[in-house]
């Protein structure tokens, strides 16, 4: 197994992202706040570069349960997503998720913190 150092704790803006290139693998490390998160650059969907995309606060309809009227949108900022450039599918940046489906989720890339350090194994 390699380890890899990708840089100091301090160089990681929170809800902030790093696409790096390691051999033949990009990886993307993702920091929400103490927690760091890696996952291949490889949409699960048709292979598309998601960490490179956008990343975003959860959105959910704000729907009148006697009704089923929409009232408009919700952001959980507690859950962020990030969201492939290719066709918009969308994953939950700790798990790895789709939030409609478990057939599809990212493949995750092992992060460690040690001594203020940022490292990726592969």
Not at 31 to 48: I, K, S, V
Not at 109 to 116: C, P
Request: hydrophobic share 35%; with cysteine; proline share 3%.
């Amino acid at each position: 197994m390699q380890t890899v150092r990708i840089g100091a704790v301090e160089e990681f803006e929170d809800r902030g992202k790093r696409v790096v290139t390691i051999g033949d693998a990009e990886i993307g490390i993702f920091r929400l706040g103490d927690e760091f998160h890696a996952w291949h650059n490889t949409c699960p969907h048709q292979g598309g570069p998601v960490c490179q995309g956008r990343l975003y606060a959860l959105v959910q309809e704000n729907l009148d349960e006697a009704t089923k009227q929409s009232h408009g949108r919700l952001y959980d900022e507690d859950k962020l997503n990030i969201v492939c450039p290719w066709h918009g599918l969308e994953f939950d940046i700790r798990t790895g998720q789709h939030p409609g489906t478990s057939e599809l989720a990212l493949e995750r890339a092992t992060v460690q913190v040690d001594g203020g350090e940022v490292y990726v194994l592969l």
